[in-house]
């Protein structure tokens, strides 16, 4: 261990004895007087409530009380009785939807203790609770089809549509399972069959079981239920048409046409009716998902074809067969079944989201409490306030309680978002655009809510703290020496990282090409501790280069912007609140910076033990390094690329940085140097599955290294 | 009994399928002088890399002052200063930090002792003086005393007289065997000039095609050209004289035109001229002529070479 030591001791001294070091240095303290020029932060725009010349506390005490005023108490309100509304609307259909699931698992425990009794007394017995319980399961369901106090809903749940004078057989209607339902009642409440025979019934080729299932499953998922029921009348009426088409004009005895026409005006309905509901699914104000935007479009453009072919007068048979030809073409009615197959088989079962509901219900619950109490407490101080000299503690409790009404609409919005999305990966967000999905995020948002739960909790808001680092944006309303430090590291960290690519491809291949490491070979060392203290050299030379650059961007943006001590709130790992100085923050930065230039310097490491010649080592190493930032900009927010390494690092979006990268990235040549660092975070991803992307990356790159110099003759 | 410094057994070394060294053998004993002679491209350099760690070995055993290379080789490199190929060492950093650079590689090794070998090698002057302003002379010198900062056992040098002017190539002479005599260190060293060697070494291997045809101590050599002197008389009656000296004086001998070669030594000249005079032969020059050591090099190799080849 001391003599590896000792090695890089040397190695080191021998780094820091080369001219081209002083260049080096040089080109560092350039690079940051160049990211000063380039430099150029937008202003944070200030949150705080300012009443236009008024200019006593009492004035602005009035003035937020006056319904009148913009920015007043009332709009506030509004927004939060809004959220309170959407929040209530969930957790209303979540506990119904969990009471009908409870409902459906009684009926069926009771009826699977019916059909095990042996005993046909006792057998009897539970025919009563099994009743009460089918009626409960009844009731429920219809509460739930209801829910009055959301107008807006209803129109979905009770879609109404006629379906003519030849409904499909197997019509897969709410209302067909619903009457099963019916019966199936009636049956248990008739003296006259045995408890043997409910069993029976219920199992048997009647299908009651289905018929009860999918009630249950339509209660729970009505959206998706409904457009399903929609999708196999229309395929079921198409087939009768078809079969009416080829029979000719006389089958039986019974003129066709006439049956052709019917078939035609039911058809042409059914398809108005599904168009309309997939409408509605989009144009209300509760965000659904049914499908995603592509096929959304798709199904949308072929409905109107064929609702237009069907509108076509026919009379004769050619006629009917050129309509029934072109809805064949348009491959409307394969696309909605596999539709309608693809969601199920997604794993996306009715039961399945129930789980998601109870623990969703809890959350929305807590945050509204909270609203109540920090309503209370910011209103309780704007009356303490009301009589101060300056208007200064009035305004920042006034801007609190506009602050709180955002962060609750944000917070609600944020949790029903990932709660419909539970089972999609971040691939959503491009799949449901215009879907209320643009620019969504799941990492972005859970950091987001853990944020705004931070809020809440602690009665404290943005307006408490700065905004975490942003390469084209201030902390702050002013512009701080950290806001230049985050922007100038970066931009120093490219500069760092090449330069300790070429030094290890000198130390190591360049050493070889000329035959110094002969010299250095021959000496009483094991060739693992000669490569270590190369690679630890090389390790110390980038500390020294990294804190040389911090100590002179700190230094620099410290005169210009002047220093700040108010806290950032990160969140860590997108889980956990941290309130921390930005200086401390601005370390841990540099930190992840270090980790980044690391993994270049193994890279470089193992191209410079496999390549022959230095010039070929430099070569390699700088295009890898290219192609990787052109990747990250490519495909810096594509599933796949979350294997590679370049998404694994630039692990500082761990630390509360993700809102960064939608949105925030600046123009010019300042944004394309950000874009080589800015990946996205897909919802798989933190930062131990970063860690260990990149270490796994890191340790095959050095095993490699390791074993080839050992192995190599010189 | 003097202790057994580099001792190689059997040692193979094959790149892919072409067989560069091939079950090689030798010892050098402390303050003995080996000297590796073969044509370019013989094996002295990879014999030397694999003594020194830096090549695998294929097939064998070296040992350096009892210890394995490579399973030893932290220790066994302790022992050994080595020069291979061109002493290519920092072109920026003068001769003094380079010396320093490889001082610290090794524990105690003070500046006096780095002053002292820069004096020893005749550099002391031009220490401060960056090595790219060294003739090849000096480098080389400096890849001496590079070789010998931590006081060696063994001494491995790769060529280290080309490149050197005839004076520089005398005191390096004289200094390496007073580095063998004086501090008892085994030097292994490598030339593919015989003359030079001749002068140097005490023991001499003769290697090509990767197999080390011959271990011959000097003075056997030596012995070889003493052995192999012939008298040329040129005389008026070769045939005559030929016959005088088979029959009469029992010396071996041929008859090359009008001259006789007589296989004989020095101290036979009076006796040849007075009985030849006796019979009346004129003399018309008597000179001794001796076999070179290039002639004894060449057959070495022919023999070994041209015997191998019968067997196959």
Request: charged share 30%; aromatic share 10%.
């Given at each position: 261990m001391t003599s590896t030591f000792k090695l890089t001791g040397t190695e080191f001294k021998k780094i820091f004895k080369r001219p081209s070091i002083f260049i080096m240095a040089i080109i560092l303290v350039v690079t940051i007087f160049v990211s000063i020029s380039i430099f150029n932060p937008s202003v944070l725009p200030s949150t705080t409530v300012n009443y236009e010349n008024l200019t006593n506390s009492t004035q602005y005490y009035s003035t937020f009380l006056d319904?009148?005023?913009?920015?007043?108490k009332i709009e506030y309100d509004n927004r939060i009785a809004k959220t309170n509304e959407t929040l209530q609307y969930y957790i209303a259909l979540n506990t119904n939807k969990t009471i009908l699931f409870d409902d459906y698992t009684n009926v069926i425990n009771i009826l699977d203790k019916m059909n095990k009794e042996s005993s046909l007394t006792v057998k009897e017995t539970y025919r009563q609770s099994l009743n009460t319980a089918l009626i409960e399961f009844r009731d429920d369901y219809l509460n739930l089809e209801a829910m009055v106090d959301f107008p807006e809903l209803t129109k979905l749940t009770k879609v109404k549509f006629d379906m003519g004078q030849y409904p499909a057989d197997n019509y897969y209607s709410k209302l067909t399972y619903f009457n099963k339902l019916n019966t199936f009642i009636s049956y248990v409440q008739d003296n006259k069959k045995t408890s043997q025979d409910i069993v029976e019934i219920f199992n048997g080729p009647e299908n009651y079981k289905g018929a009860f299932e999918e009630t249950m499953n339509h209660g729970i998922d009505f959206v998706y239920t409904t457009f399903k029921s929609l999708t196999h009348s229309i395929s079921d009426l198409f087939q009768y048409y078809q079969t009416a088409i080829d029979n000719g004009l006389n089958y039986q005895g019974q003129n066709q046409l006439q049956l052709m026409k019917i078939l035609k005006e039911d058809l042409s309905e059914i398809l108005v009716a599904t168009n309309d509901y997939l409408k509605l699914t989009i144009t209300n104000p509760y965000p659904i998902i049914l499908m995603n935007s592509e096929d959304y479009l798709t199904v949308q453009r072929l409905l109107t074809d064929c609702i237009d072919y069907l509108k076509q007068d026919a009379t004769t048979l050619s006629q009917h067969e050129t309509i029934k030809d072109d809805i064949n073409k348009s491959l409307l009615i394969p696309l909605l079944s596999d539709l309608t197959y693809k969601k199920y088989a997604n794993n996306i079962t009715p039961i399945h989201q129930i789980h998601i509901n109870t623990a969703m219900t809890d959350k929305l619950t807590a945050y509204q409490d909270n609203v109540k109490n920090n309503q209370k407490a910011i209103i309780e101080n704007i009356n303490n306030l009301k009589n101060d000299e300056s208007t200064k503690n009035i305004a920042k409790e006034i801007t609190n309680y506009k602050l709180l009404s955002e962060t609750y609409s944000e917070i609600v919005n944020d949790e029903i978002l990932l709660y419909l999305t539970a089972d999609y990966d971040n691939s959503v967000y491009t799949k449901f655009q215009g879907y209320g999905f643009d620019k969504f995020n799941k990492y972005e948002s859970k950091e987001r809510i853990v944020t705004n739960k931070y809020y809440l909790e602690n009665n404290k808001y943005e307006n408490s703290y700065l905004k975490n680092f942003a390469y084209n944006q201030n902390s702050g309303e002013k512009t701080n020496v950290f806001d230049f430090m985050y922007f100038t590291m970066e931009l120093c960290t490219i500069v760092i990282i090449v330069f300790a690519m070429m030094l290890v491809c000198n130390l190591i291949t360049g050493e070889t090409e000329s035959g110094t490491i002969k010299l250095l070979l021959?000496?009483?060392?094991?060739r693992s501790k000669i490569i270590t203290a190369k690679l630890f050299a090389a390790i110390f030379f980038v500390l020294t280069f990294v804190l040389f650059s911090s100590l002179i961007s700190f230094v620099g943006g410290y005169f210009v912007y002047g220093y700040t001590s108010t806290p950032i709130l990160a969140v860590l790992n997108s889980s956990t609140p941290i309130e921390i100085s930005p200086l401390a923050l601005m370390i841990i930065n540099i930190l992840t910076l270090i980790f980044d230039i690391l993994f270049f310097v193994i890279l470089a490491l193992m191209i410079s033990v496999l390549c022959k010649n230095y010039a070929g080592a430099i070569t390699t190493s700088l295009v890898i390094l290219i192609v990787n930032f052109a990747l990250n900009i490519l495909f810096g927010r594509a599933f796949w690329y979350s294997l590679f390494p370049g998404m694994n690092l630039h692990l500082f979006k761990y630390f509360g940085n993700a809102f960064v990268f939608e949105g925030s990235v600046g123009s010019g040549l300042a944004g394309l140097i950000q874009q080589l660092f800015i990946t996205g975070i897909e919802s798989s991803m933190n930062i131990w599955f970063s860690i260990l992307i990149s270490g796994a990356y890191s340790l095959v790159f050095l095993a490699i290294s390791y074993a080839v110099f050992q192995k190599r003759d010189f | 009994m003097e202790k057994v410094i580099l001792d190689v057994s059997n040692v193979t070394k094959t790149f892919g399928n072409r067989v560069a060294v091939n079950n090689v053998s030798f010892t050098i004993k402390e303050g003995e002088i080996f000297g590796f002679l073969g044509p370019n491209g013989a094996g002295k350099t990879t014999t030397m890399k694999m003594i020194c760690g830096l090549t695998s070995i294929t097939k064998g055993q070296i040992r350096i002052c009892n210890y394995d290379?490579?399973?030893d080789s932290e220790k066994a490199l302790q022992f050994v200063g080595a020069l291979i190929e061109n002493p290519l060492m920092y072109p920026n950093m003068t001769g003094l930090d380079n010396l320093k650079y490889y001082a610290s590689l090794?524990?105690?090794?003070?500046k006096d002792d780095i002053i002292k070998y820069a004096r020893v090698v005749g550099l002391e002057q031009r220490l401060k003086d960056k090595l790219k302003t060294y003739s090849l002379g000096m480098k080389q010198r400096l890849g001496i005393a590079q070789a010998l900062l931590h006081s060696p056992k063994l001494l491995v040098l790769d060529?280290?007289?080309?490149?050197?002017d005839p004076n520089g190539v005398k005191e390096m002479r004289d200094f390496l065997k007073t580095l063998a005599r004086e501090y008892k260190i085994a030097i292994l060293i490598s030339s593919h000039m015989l003359s030079d060697m001749e002068q140097i070494c005490d023991t001499i291997g003769i290697i090509n095609n990767g197999q080390l045809l011959e271990i011959r101590s000097i003075t056997s050599l030596r012995e070889s050209i003493e052995g192999a002197k012939r008298i040329q008389i040129r005389v008026d009656y070769p045939n005559f004289a030929g016959k005088i000296l088979v029959n009469e004086l029992q010396i071996k001998a041929d008859i090359a035109g009008n001259r006789v070669l007589a296989?004989?030594?020095?101290?036979?000249i009076t006796e040849i001229t007075q009985r030849l005079l006796n019979y009346g032969i004129s003399i018309f020059g008597i000179e001794i002529v001796s076999k070179s050591l290039e002639q004894i090099f060449l057959e070495i190799i022919n023999n070994k070479t041209r015997g191998k080849t019968n067997i196959v």
């Open positions: 319904p009148l005023s913009a920015d007043s021959v000496r009483p060392y094991k | 290379m490579p399973k090794y524990k105690n090794i003070s060529e280290p007289l080309s490149g050197l296989y004989t030594t020095e101290d036979k």
